[in-house]
């Protein structure tokens, strides 16, 4: 979705993705889709169920962007031989959605700024290139209650936070990630990630020069559409994202089975 306002692209709350739930799997392929980005998953456990919040930030393809998501399941892990071998976690209901907001800076400028009561809070902005060491992101989520406040504050413990890098107030949590306290599980090597963020630096460049005349992103998306549909396909990775779409598909029958 498009916030014409402030010049951003957003996930809405019934997105495709929300059926599609959550495991680690999908961070470690995110390169395949021409991403570099910082991931942190801060695990907890509330109310008889394991809970995971996580934050990213960096470059999306043609788009720097940040997102928090919120998820949980009270399920045995999954092992699908060869594939995947852990916890899978469904997206929360609605009744479980968190006021959730955060700014996305890069070297100390404004560049999202997004606030919402959702399971999973995205912004992007597109055609803008950035490292991931150039981006910072302060959150903020208002838990519904001081018990989940706690458990979730805990879990950032375990990752690494300390009491000076988290603000509480009443059942608030306030705190900025700027480098993941987390391994990054990247099973690509720093070659390959160079190479992924040359590709995201010269399309970040291509799209602009393209839509040079036109101010909006609406608008500079709506004229590659129309006039550069094979460009339009190669810049947002449409193959790619069909794939994934694949992935998300048999990982969802193999657990529903």
């Keep these: ?12 709350m019934y997105a ?3 059926q599609f739930g959550y495991c680690r799997l999908y961070d470690e392929l995110a390169p395949l889709l021409g991403m570099k980005i910082d991931c942190e998953p801060v695990y907890f456990q509330y109310d008889g169920k394991r809970w995971l919040i996580e934050f990213w930030k960096g470059q999306y393809g043609l788009e720097t962007g940040a997102e928090i998501g919120v998820y949980v399941t009270d399920k045995e ?8 071998s852990g916890t899978f976690y469904e997206s929360i209901s609605d009744e479980e959605l968190l006021k959730m907001e ?8 404004l560049l999202i700024r997004r606030k919402e009561k959702h399971w999973w809070l995205t ?8 490292d991931t060491d150039e981006l910072s992101l302060e959150i903020k989520i208002t ?5 989940m406040q706690k458990a979730f504050i805990e879990g950032l413990y375990q990752v690494g936070y300390n009491t000076n890098d988290i603000i509480k107030r009443g059942k608030v949590v306030k705190l900025i990630f700027t480098k993941p306290k987390t391994n990054q599980l990247n099973k690509f090597n720093k070659i390959y990630l160079k190479f992924i963020q040359m590709k995201n630096k010269f399309y970040c ?14 608008d500079k998306i709506d004229f590659l559409m129309i006039y550069y549909p094979a460009l339009f396909k190669v810049i947002i990775r449409f193959a790619d ?3 994934l779409n694949k992935l998300y598909g048999y990982l969802q029958d193999y657990i529903n089975r």
Excluded: A, C, H, W
């Design 102 to 109: 955060y700014t996305l800076m890069k070297n100390e400028n």
């Design 205 to 218: 460049k291509l799209f602009n020069f393209v839509t040079r005349d036109f101010t909006r992103t609406i």
């Design 1 to 12: 979705m498009f916030d014409i306002k402030n010049d951003i692209v957003f996930s809405s």
């Design 143 to 147: 838990f519904p209650s001081l018990d």
């Design 16 to 18: 495709p993705q929300r």
């Design 241 to 243: 994202k069909k794939n």
């Design 77 to 84: 892990d999954i092992n699908i031989p060869g594939v995947f």
């Design 123 to 130: 912004g992007f902005d597109v055609g803008t290139f950035s």
